[in-house]
């Protein structure tokens, strides 16, 4: 279970202002400072990139990107921001090609293997705790989670409060919603990580009755620097919300289809009327995608919806410097 794996956090290193060969596994092991650290970097990035400036500040190095899950954004954004700072790649994308799978090899062994290959792995596992178990299995190069089951996806929070932060230039005092699948959004138990180590933050957790976020997760978090209230429907959405964060029933985390369907049928979608209705002008609207009946596209055009905007381009930006501070490049 997530209260599992977050006992065994304790063996995790603190970043403390120094990224340097550090696995990145949780949320946790971050401060403030450390997420402002990010962000100054993430800023000349993007100038990098906008500017097409050629860089060489990972040239010699090779990042592993293991993919046992799919993955679009998070395998895509890793990969263009090794190659964008002159660094190579080993992609491994289908779990039937790795030893580990296919011929019974054990998930340590594999680790073991590819980190005598590279100078750091990214790791996405359906596993809970498989980031973590990588990173103790690794003895010598940094590992970093991509997204391990329904646990946690440390990296999406960093592009997300980046997000929050280039819109209102703070991460105190913000009020939002995060709405959908509450228990097993990796990126929902990321992000109430994040937000709790600021000032002031208060969450609106929307979600259909069984996908509540489990009760240890909520008391934990409520045990932290953060306000959560659960609402069960669209019309407790107080209207002045700084952000919207849309999250999809995640399919693959459900033993029956029945069982998933049963649950799409009380999802929740954002339609222009609801925007009309509930958001303000000043708000934004973010989603880690994919999509699956989470935002209407006739919402695309409107100017608060960030998700194929900033959003995802912030995960480039974000990864780019989060592998040259920890790659010691930065
Ligand atoms: N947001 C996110 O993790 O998307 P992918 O599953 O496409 O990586």
Same mark, same amino acid.
């Given at each position: 279970?997530?209260?599992?794996?977050?006992?065994?956090?304790?063996?995790?290193?603190?970043?403390?202002?120094?990224?340097k060969g550090k696995d990145i596994v949780s949320f946790d092991q971050f401060s403030a400072d450390d997420v402002r650290r990010i962000f100054a970097l993430a800023g000349h990035m993007k100038q990098l990139v906008l500017g097409k400036e050629p860089c060489q500040?990972?040239?010699? *190095?090779?990042?592993?990107?293991? +993919?046992?899950?799919?993955?679009?954004?998070?395998?895509?954004?890793?990969?263009?921001?090794?190659?964008?700072?002159?660094?190579?790649?080993?992609?491994?994308?289908?779990?039937?090609?790795?030893?580990?799978? /296919?011929?019974?090899?054990?998930?340590?062994?594999t680790i073991r293997v590819f980190e005598a290959y590279s100078d750091a792995i990214v790791l996405r596992h359906p596993r809970p705790g498989a980031a973590l178990r990588a990173a103790e299995s690794a003895e010598f190069v940094p590992v970093l989670n991509a997204? &391990?089951?329904?646990?946690?996806?440390?990296? %999406?929070?960093?592009?997300?409060?980046?997000?929050?932060?280039?819109? +209102?230039?703070?991460?105190?005092?913000?009020?939002?919603?995060?709405?959908?699948?509450?228990?097993?959004?990796?990126?929902?138990?990321?992000?109430?990580?994040?937000?709790?180590?600021?000032?002031?933050?208060?969450?609106?957790?929307?979600?259909?009755?069984?996908?509540?976020?489990?009760?240890?997760?909520?008391?934990?978090?409520?045990?932290? /620097?953060?306000?959560?209230?659960?609402?069960?429907?669209?019309? &407790? @959405?107080?209207?002045?919300?700084?952000?919207?964060?849309?999250?999809?029933? %995640?399919?693959?985390?459900?033993?029956?289809?029945?069982?998933? /369907?049963?649950?799409?049928? *009380?999802?929740?979608?954002?339609?222009?009327?609801?925007?009309?209705?509930?958001?303000? %002008?000043?708000?934004?609207?973010?989603?880690?995608?994919?999509?699956?009946?989470? @935002?209407?596209?006739?919402?695309?055009?409107?100017?608060?919806?960030?998700?194929?905007?900033?959003?995802?381009?912030?995960?480039?930006?974000?990864?780019?410097?989060?592998?040259?501070?920890?790659?010691?490049?930065?």
């Amino acid at each position: 279970s997530q209260i599992a794996v977050e006992k065994t956090y304790d063996t995790l290193a603190m970043i403390n202002g120094d990224f340097k060969g550090k696995d990145i596994v949780s949320f946790d092991q971050f401060s403030a400072d450390d997420v402002r650290r990010i962000f100054a970097l993430a800023g000349h990035m993007k100038q990098l990139v906008l500017g097409k400036e050629p860089c060489q500040l990972l040239a010699g *190095q090779l990042v592993s990107l293991l +993919f046992f899950e799919p993955s679009s954004r998070t395998f895509g954004s890793f990969a263009a921001a090794v190659k964008r700072l002159g660094g190579q790649t080993l992609e491994i994308q289908n779990p039937e090609t790795v030893s580990s799978v /296919n011929k019974g090899e054990t998930f340590e062994d594999t680790i073991r293997v590819f980190e005598a290959y590279s100078d750091a792995i990214v790791l996405r596992h359906p596993r809970p705790g498989a980031a973590l178990r990588a990173a103790e299995s690794a003895e010598f190069v940094p590992v970093l989670n991509a997204g &391990d089951g329904n646990n946690e996806h440390p990296t %999406q929070t960093v592009l997300d409060l980046y997000t929050l932060y280039e819109r +209102f230039g703070r991460l105190d005092n913000l009020t939002g919603v995060m709405a959908g699948d509450a228990l097993n959004s990796r990126t929902i138990h990321s992000l109430m990580r994040g937000l709790s180590l600021f000032e002031n933050n208060t969450v609106y957790l929307l979600s259909p009755e069984k996908l509540r976020l489990n009760r240890e997760d909520l008391n934990m978090f409520r045990s932290r /620097n953060i306000t959560i209230h659960e609402i069960t429907s669209e019309r &407790d @959405i107080p209207r002045d919300c700084q952000y919207w964060y849309w999250t999809r029933i %995640q399919k693959e985390r459900f033993d029956s289809l029945t069982e998933y /369907n049963e649950m799409v049928a *009380q999802r929740f979608t954002v339609t222009p009327a609801l925007l009309a209705e509930y958001a303000s %002008q000043e708000m934004i609207l973010m989603d880690p995608l994919p999509r699956i009946g989470t @935002i209407d596209t006739e919402v695309d055009k409107d100017h608060r919806a960030v998700y194929l905007r900033s959003q995802v381009r912030n995960g480039l930006y974000t990864r780019m410097a989060l592998l040259a501070l920890v790659l010691g490049r930065a």
